[in-house]
């Protein structure tokens, strides 16, 4: 019968059918399939600036799954901030929209947990179209393999579910890791949803991240990677570029450009996750120009479009800073270490990771959320953000008051760069004079100075003035070669020789008139276009360019050129030149690796210069003063040198020496149970090296440098460890005797303890009966326990309260109470003593005779044990446990002067039952005899005493023995 049926069947109405509603909810369905469809293809065909992702909520798992991510980030799958990234995503996105920014969050929920080598910046997405409001993913992102980079091994745990799986950059490959795929542009990505508990082994490669070695990577670009990497929208290049000029002024290589535009979006703006979204729509120029503080999302969006506009390749990342460390080598990433970041391309190295957000200011904001939420532990990390820069929540830890972190070698002006107004920009550093070699005069009358410090190879800017003007059509040669001649603004540019001194000669040349301004600036009288707006941008959508030149030239050149003669004949300067090589070495610094060894002066690349390894030459560098370098194969220091005469450069490293160790889980190693191999190189732990247990391969040590073993069943086991060339290894003594020694001594205590069994004449049959007598005895006297407690509790504080009312009523003083106090005390004293504990078993030991009736099991048993402890109370030995039966018998008779024969009793029955045949199942009067007799013969008063406790006690025995007979 059917539902509908039966409900007829009780007399139940039938339900109504409301077609009308039936139809409006198939029609909602309808609608929202068809919204489903459509949204997306008008927002790609650039109907909205909106991704359509956030205009309709996604069941978890649903996300757009093309390209390298899924879903944007904050939507779908419950919206776990940087772990479930899309093919868009826009910027500074205020909180409670489309769920927020995940980026402004300072939640402190787990996100995943690592157990990593070291501390890194967990990658989960990027992007490289710049649309204004935001960012997008046009295709797979490029994932060019680094140049030699340093291998690093992590584990991680999922503790929220997540479409896009956190990894170091840049992964070469996932160990252990279901469900997760490393695509081609080196992103791992979840093929489903990954649950809450996945875990994966990640192995990244990083690529160098040495200063010297970013500094000597040119301008030669991959023609796609300078093509994508490098697009921005027509008006945000427009607009950007000449204010990025400003800022790079006078930078040499990318590297120095990407420093100082890093440098100087922390120094000129502030850190807050308190902002309005901008409402211009282009989020980078507002960011630039109008905004004085931000967070991640705009710090890192404005220098990539500034470096693009400086035509170099960079893109926009997300994903999470480094944690809080918890332990050695385990890290916890929250919901509020969500983050975003820069990446800059490097000819011939790779995406480099740049950090431009104050880390300092970062990290202290996290650090008040943390505490505030009352999670445990301190949270102070260090971090390391861009190359060369470290920085902690600690301002004194940072070397800046910006917090802008300690940032060593990087190539940045010193000083903070002032933000300068939008239609008067100001370029700055400027030319560089190098200090002269002799401080004296010059042979000549011309004013000669270089734009930075003389080095093998660099291209060095000479400029030439008379006084304050510059000097136009001058020869200027270098040691004797022309390098040509000067300009109108007095400059000409030449490639400095490999010599230790640099003459430069400058002969002819006119002074130039006063419309000619300085090096790379626009003369005075050019018109200037007026301003569209107070904001400084003009109407053709640019910014101000330089309009006039600096009032004082001497201050940006150096000494005061006043201060010397101008002649019309030849003037010679000479300059120290740098031969100083550094040598900068990346990859895995380890026996028989192959590293790439970089040479440099002053970040300029050593070409063609001779590399040895202890002396032996083993290569050449090339045109960036770059060569691969085979380390030997033996640990020890090593000596590295390059040498282009007369440039010289030498480093030593240390090859660290391969060590293992194990480590037993018991306290001597045992056959068939476990120990922890450990692998080190130096003090640091060696992951993924195959480990062998005599001769046999049984598994590689993970993250930690660990693995657990099963030791064999032999006399000794041979562990070994391998790695870059090296193998160590250890042997674990006499695993099989420690084995047969336990299991010896197990038997010898299970013997033993049955032979004491037997001669108790213990039968088996009994067990059961002996327990369940136990478990009654116990579960008694916890209730009897129980009831004394609280009976003598309530008597307590009835007592209590009584002495208080006397005390309020003014019957007893403060005093009386005291004393009352104390003898209670003293009474609970007396009790616990020995000689009161005696007694009073011995009265217990009585009323639990009579009590029990015919209970004979435990009667005769108790009876002749407090028999015997009311014996010892009468034997001069302090302590009798030390002796036997038999010698305090002896004592008490010849030292003690107790009764023989008596004595002779007590010690035959304790022994009966302790030791030998007899069962305590039997009562034995004379027992009660023999302790009587002994008291007996006592002084008179004890005696008194005792035979009244005896009378008692032996009309009791009397009594249960006759019953039980």
Same mark, same amino acid.
């Given at each position: 019968?059917?539902?509908?049926?039966?409900?007829?069947?009780?007399?139940?109405?039938?339900?109504?059918?409301?077609?009308?509603?039936?139809?409006?909810?198939?029609?909602?369905?309808?609608?929202?399939?068809?919204?489903?469809?459509?949204?997306?293809?008008?927002?790609?065909?650039?109907?909205?600036?909106?991704?359509?992702?956030?205009?309709?909520?996604?069941?978890?798992?649903?996300?757009?799954?093309?390209?390298?991510?899924?879903?944007?980030?904050?939507?779908?799958?419950?919206?776990?901030?940087?772990?479930?990234?899309?093919?868009?995503?826009?910027?500074?996105?205020?909180?409670?929209?489309?769920?927020?920014?995940?980026?402004?969050?300072?939640?402190?929920?787990?996100?995943?947990?690592?157990?990593?080598?070291?501390?890194?910046?967990?990658?989960?997405?990027?992007?490289?179209?710049?649309?204004?409001?935001?960012?997008?993913?046009?295709?797979?992102?490029?994932?060019?393999?680094?140049?030699?980079?340093?291998?690093?091994?992590?584990?991680?745990?999922?503790?929220?579910?997540?479409?896009?799986?956190?990894?170091?950059?840049?992964?070469?490959?996932?160990?252990?890791?279901?469900?997760?795929?490393?695509?081609?542009?080196?992103?791992?990505?979840?093929?489903?949803?990954?649950?809450?508990?996945?875990?994966?082994?990640?192995?990244?490669?990083?690529?160098?991240?040495?200063?010297?070695?970013?500094?000597?990577?040119?301008?030669?670009?991959?023609?796609?990677?300078?093509?994508?990497?490098?697009?921005?929208?027509?008006?945000?290049?427009?607009?950007?570029?000449?204010?990025?000029?400003?800022?790079?002024?006078?930078?040499?290589?990318?590297?120095?450009?990407?420093?100082?535009?890093?440098?100087?979006?922390?120094?000129?703006?502030?850190?807050?996750?308190?902002?309005?979204?901008?409402?211009?729509?282009?989020?980078?120029?507002?960011?630039?120009?109008?905004?004085?503080?931000?967070?991640?999302?705009?710090?890192?969006?404005?220098?990539?479009?500034?470096?693009?506009?400086?035509?170099?390749?960079?893109?926009?990342?997300?994903?999470?800073?480094?944690?809080?460390?918890?332990?050695?080598?385990?890290?916890?990433?929250?919901?509020?270490?969500?983050?975003?970041?820069?990446?800059?391309?490097?000819?011939?190295?790779?995406?480099?990771?740049?950090?431009?957000?104050?880390?300092?200011?970062?990290?202290?904001?996290?650090?008040?959320?943390?505490?505030?939420?009352?999670?445990?532990?301190?949270?102070?990390?260090?971090?390391?953000?861009?190359?060369?820069?470290?920085?902690?929540?600690?301002?004194?830890?940072?070397?800046?008051?910006?917090?802008?972190?300690?940032?060593?070698?990087?190539?940045?002006?010193?000083?903070?760069?002032?933000?300068?107004?939008?239609?008067?920009?100001?370029?700055?550093?400027?030319?560089?004079?190098?200090?002269?070699?002799?401080?004296?005069?010059?042979?000549?009358?011309?004013?000669?100075?270089?734009?930075?410090?003389?080095?093998? $190879?660099? =291209? &060095?800017?000479? /400029?030439?003035?008379?006084?304050?003007?510059? +000097?136009?059509? @001058? !020869? *200027?040669?270098? #040691? %004797?070669?022309?390098?040509?001649?000067?300009?109108?603004?007095?400059?000409?540019?030449?490639?400095?020789?490999?010599?230790?001194?640099?003459?430069?000669?400058?002969?002819?040349?006119?002074?130039?008139?006063?419309?000619?301004?300085?090096?790379?600036?626009?003369?005075?009288?050019?018109?200037?276009?007026?301003?569209?707006?107070?904001?400084?941008?003009?109407?053709?959508?640019?910014?101000?360019?330089?309009?006039?030149?600096?009032?004082?030239?001497?201050?940006?050149?150096?000494?005061?050129?006043?201060?010397?003669?101008?002649?019309?004949?030849?003037?010679?300067?000479?300059?120290?030149?740098?031969?100083?090589?550094?040598?900068?070495?990346?990859?895995?610094?380890?026996? $028989?690796? =192959? &590293?790439?060894? /970089?040479?440099?002066?002053?970040?300029?690349? +050593?070409?063609? @210069? !001779? *590399?040895?390894? #202890? %002396?032996?030459?083993?290569?050449?560098?090339?045109?960036?003063?770059?060569?691969?370098?085979?380390?030997?194969?033996?640990?020890?220091?090593?000596?590295?040198?390059?040498?282009?005469?007369?440039?010289?450069?030498?480093?030593?490293?240390?090859?660290?020496?391969?060590?293992?160790?194990?480590?037993?889980?018991?306290?001597?190693?045992?056959?068939?149970?476990?120990?922890?191999?450990?692998?080190?190189?130096?003090?640091?732990?060696?992951?993924?090296?195959?480990?062998?247990?005599?001769?046999?391969?049984?598994?590689?040590?993970?993250?930690?440098?660990?693995?657990?073993?099963?030791?064999?069943?032999?006399?000794?086991?041979?562990?070994?460890?391998?790695?870059?060339?090296?193998?160590?290894?250890?042997?674990? /003594?006499?695993?099989?005797?420690?084995?047969?020694?336990?299991?010896?001594?197990?038997?010898?205590?299970?013997?033993?303890?049955?032979?004491?069994?037997?001669?108790?004449?213990?039968?088996?049959?009994?067990?059961?009966?002996?327990?369940?007598?136990?478990?009654?005895?116990?579960?008694?006297?916890?209730?009897?326990?129980?009831?004394?407690?609280?009976?003598?509790?309530?008597?307590?504080?009835?007592?209590?309260?009584?002495?208080?009312?006397?005390?309020?009523?003014?019957?007893?003083?403060?005093?009386?109470?005291?004393?009352?106090?104390?003898?209670?005390?003293?009474?609970?004293?007396?009790?616990?003593?020995?000689?009161?504990?005696?007694?009073?078993?011995?009265?217990?030991?009585?009323?639990?005779?009579?009590?029990?009736?015919?209970?004979?099991?435990?009667?005769?048993?108790?009876?002749?044990?407090?028999?015997?402890?009311?014996?010892?109370?009468?034997?001069?030995?302090?302590?009798?446990?030390?002796?036997?039966?038999?010698?305090?018998?002896?004592?008490?008779?010849?030292?003690?002067?107790?009764?023989?024969?008596?004595?002779?009793?007590?010690?035959?029955?304790?022994?009966?039952?302790?030791?030998?045949?007899?069962?305590?199942?039997?009562?034995?009067?004379?027992?009660?005899?023999?302790?009587?007799?002994?008291?007996?013969?006592?002084?008179?008063?004890?005696?008194?005493?005792?035979?009244?406790?005896?009378?008692?006690?032996?009309?009791?025995?009397?009594?249960?023995?006759?019953?039980?007979?």
């Amino acid at each position: 019968m059917s539902d509908a049926d039966e409900r007829f069947e009780l007399g139940e109405a039938a339900p109504t059918r409301e077609y009308g509603v039936a139809a409006l909810a198939v029609a909602c369905v309808v609608a929202a399939v068809l919204a489903t469809a459509l949204i997306p293809a008008a927002a790609s065909v650039g109907l909205g600036d909106a991704p359509a992702e956030s205009l309709i909520p996604l069941p978890a798992g649903a996300e757009n799954r093309s390209g390298d991510g899924a879903g944007p980030p904050g939507a779908g799958g419950g919206g776990f901030g940087a772990l479930n990234v899309g093919n868009s995503t826009t910027v500074g996105e205020p909180v409670g929209e489309s769920g927020g920014s995940p980026f402004r969050s300072q939640d402190t929920e787990v996100h995943f947990r690592v157990r990593s080598q070291e501390s890194n910046y967990w990658r989960t997405g990027a992007y490289d179209t710049y649309t204004g409001s935001g960012w997008s993913r046009s295709r797979p992102s490029d994932a060019t393999t680094p140049v030699r980079g340093s291998e690093t091994r992590y584990r991680v745990e999922l503790v929220q579910s997540a479409s896009a799986a956190p990894t170091v950059w840049r992964p070469t490959g996932l160990e252990r890791a279901e469900g997760v795929s490393l695509t081609d542009g080196g992103l791992a990505r979840a093929d489903d949803r990954l649950a809450t508990g996945a875990s994966y082994v990640g192995v990244s490669r990083t690529p160098p991240r040495d200063p010297a070695v970013l500094r000597a990577s040119g301008r030669d670009y991959p023609d796609e990677i300078e093509d994508r990497y490098t697009r921005l929208p027509p008006r945000t290049a427009v607009s950007l570029r000449p204010f990025a000029n400003n800022v790079t002024g006078g930078a040499e290589n990318p590297y120095e450009a990407a420093t100082r535009i890093e440098r100087w979006l922390e120094r000129n703006k502030a850190y807050s996750l308190n902002v309005s979204r901008p409402s211009g729509g282009n989020v980078a120029r507002e960011f630039v120009t109008e905004m004085d503080a931000g967070y991640c999302e705009h710090f890192a969006t404005a220098m990539v479009t500034m470096l693009r506009s400086q035509e170099i390749p960079a893109r926009y990342v997300v994903g999470y800073s480094p944690g809080r460390q918890v332990g050695a080598n385990a890290f916890q990433v929250r919901a509020m270490n969500a983050h975003a970041w820069v990446e800059v391309y490097f000819a011939d190295v790779g995406w480099v990771r740049f950090d431009p957000t104050p880390g300092a200011e970062r990290l202290r904001a996290e650090q008040s959320a943390y505490e505030e939420s009352g999670a445990p532990g301190q949270y102070a990390p260090q971090e390391e953000g861009s190359p060369g820069e470290t920085f902690s929540p600690d301002p004194t830890e940072n070397g800046t008051e910006s917090g802008a972190g300690t940032v060593t070698d990087s190539g940045a002006p010193e000083g903070p760069v002032a933000t300068p107004p939008p239609s008067t920009p100001v370029t700055p550093g400027g030319p560089v004079e190098t200090p002269e070699s002799d401080p004296n005069e010059p042979t000549g009358g011309y004013d000669v100075s270089l734009n930075r410090t003389a080095a093998p $190879g660099a =291209t &060095v800017e000479v /400029t030439v003035e008379a006084g304050a003007q510059p +000097v136009a059509g @001058a !020869t *200027v040669a270098f #040691d %004797g070669e022309p390098v040509g001649q000067t300009g109108r603004d007095g400059t000409v540019t030449g490639r400095v020789p490999f010599v230790e001194n640099l003459t430069i000669t400058v002969s002819g040349g006119t002074t130039a008139g006063s419309s000619v301004g300085t090096s790379g600036a626009v003369a005075i009288d050019a018109p200037e276009p007026e301003p569209a707006s107070a904001s400084g941008w003009f109407a053709d959508g640019t910014a101000a360019a330089v309009s006039r030149t600096l009032a004082d030239d001497d201050s940006r050149r150096g000494p005061s050129s006043a201060s010397r003669r101008q002649a019309a004949n030849d003037t010679s300067r000479s300059f120290d030149v740098a031969t100083n090589a550094t040598l900068s070495i990346s990859g895995d610094v380890r026996t $028989g690796a =192959t &590293v790439l060894l /970089t040479a440099t002066v002053d970040g300029v690349a +050593v070409p063609n @210069a !001779t *590399v040895t390894v #202890d %002396g032996e030459p083993v290569a050449r560098t090339d045109d960036r003063g770059r060569a691969n370098v085979t380390l030997p194969g033996s640990p020890g220091n090593v000596t590295l040198r390059a040498v282009r005469e007369p440039v010289v450069g030498e480093r030593t490293v240390e090859l660290a020496g391969l060590t293992v160790g194990t480590d037993p889980l018991w306290p001597l190693p045992l056959a068939g149970t476990a120990v922890e191999v450990t692998a080190r190189l130096g003090n640091e732990s060696v992951a993924g090296a195959p480990v062998r247990v005599g001769g046999e391969l049984v598994g590689t040590t993970g993250v930690d440098g660990t693995l657990a073993v099963t030791l064999p069943f032999s006399s000794s086991a041979s562990v070994a460890a391998a790695t870059s060339g090296q193998t160590a290894r250890t042997t674990v /003594t006499n695993p099989l005797v420690n084995a047969a020694a336990v299991g010896f001594a197990t038997v010898a205590l299970v013997a033993l303890a049955a032979f004491g069994a037997v001669r108790r004449s213990f039968d088996p049959r009994a067990v059961s009966r002996r327990v369940a007598v136990g478990i009654r005895r116990v579960a008694r006297w916890a209730v009897r326990g129980f009831v004394a407690v609280a009976v003598a509790a309530a008597a307590r504080l009835r007592a209590t309260l009584a002495h208080l009312r006397r005390l309020v009523a003014g019957e007893r003083s403060p005093a009386e109470l005291l004393a009352a106090l104390a003898a209670w005390l003293a009474g609970w004293s007396g009790r616990l003593r020995p000689g009161a504990s005696a007694g009073g078993a011995a009265g217990r030991g009585g009323d639990s005779i009579a009590g029990r009736g015919g209970d004979d099991t435990d009667a005769a048993h108790l009876t002749i044990r407090e028999a015997w402890g009311r014996f010892l109370g009468h034997v001069s030995v302090r302590r009798p446990w030390t002796k036997t039966p038999g010698q305090l018998a002896d004592h008490a008779v010849t030292a003690d002067g107790l009764p023989a024969e008596a004595v002779a009793t007590l010690r035959d029955e304790f022994r009966a039952v302790e030791y030998g045949p007899r069962s305590p199942d039997e009562s034995v009067s004379a027992v009660e005899g023999a302790i009587g007799r002994i008291e007996s013969s006592l002084d008179a008063t004890d005696a008194t005493d005792v035979d009244g406790g005896d009378a008692t006690s032996g009309d009791e025995t009397g009594d249960e023995g006759a019953g039980g007979n």
